[in-house]
């Protein structure tokens, strides 16, 4: 029987990867719009991406495209979304300097993204000798964290834009979110970078056995 490449779910990961240069050059735009506009657009395909693969499994619509464009989707909005957070916290204005950290160190960004490379390479290899490796508990949690601490760090930047234009600083409801909002960035990226380490060490703990078998025998030539 025939897939159907073209399903909802299928639509809305291209959605996604459509979104993706929106959110990485929506910060750059002076001004808070832009910023939060880019807040929005992230939240969106950040909710498309739980909402897209719970479609297809209750709509039984998974297929192969599905199967390849959704972690190519997640991985591109990690680029997409670390370019704006890397830059701007590094060769920015000084007012999006973050708490404790002052910008994000490149190794943190390499880190976030060499690990999920490392992980499709490793599911490539795991799905070469039949097995498959699922999503486990550390792994999830650590979108959960990573994606709060994007999102927060988005909104970071238009905050720091708001409080500019409308005069927050002197006031003591805003110096407090000011402090909120950045302990939230701050401890977030924490979190991130120890849950991309962790999660990486749980995945290659539980399926090392994988590294040790040697690749199937070349099939034979001739009839």
């Known amino acids: 029987m025939t897939q159907r490449r073209w399903t909802l779910p299928n639509i809305l990961t291209l959605a996604r990867i459509a979104l993706t240069p929106v959110i990485a050059l929506l910060p750059f735009i002076q001004g808070w719009v832009p910023k939060l506009a880019a807040l929005g657009v992230f939240l969106a395909a950040a909710a498309s991406d739980i909402y897209d693969g719970r479609l297809a499994r209750e709509r ?7 199967k390849i464009l959704d972690p190519l989707a ?3 909005l990690l680029i997409a979304t670390l370019i704006p957070i890397y830059w701007m916290t590094n060769y920015g204005v000084h007012q999006y300097a973050i708490p404790w950290w002052g910008s994000i160190p490149l190794w943190v960004c390499l ?3 060499g690990r999920e490379l490392l992980m499709t390479l490793f599911r490539m290899l795991a799905k070469r000798q039949g097995v498959v490796i699922a999503a486990a508990g550390a792994g999830k949690l650590k979108t959960i964290v990573q994606d709060i601490f994007i999102g927060a760090t988005i909104g970071w930047f238009a905050w720091k834009d708001m409080r500019e234009a409308f005069g927050w600083q002197r006031g003591w409801l805003g110096r407090a979110w000011n402090e909120i909002h950045g302990f939230l960035v701050s401890v977030t990226l924490a979190v991130a970078v120890v849950l991309t380490v962790y999660s990486l060490g749980v995945y290659m703990y539980r399926y090392r056995r994988l590294l040790k078998r040697s ?3 070349p099939a034979p030539h001739g009839r």
């Open 215 to 217: 690749p199937p025998p």
């Open 74 to 76: 997640d991985k591109l």
């Open 60 to 66: 039984q619509e998974i297929t192969d495209l599905g």
């Open 111 to 113: 880190l976030l993204v």
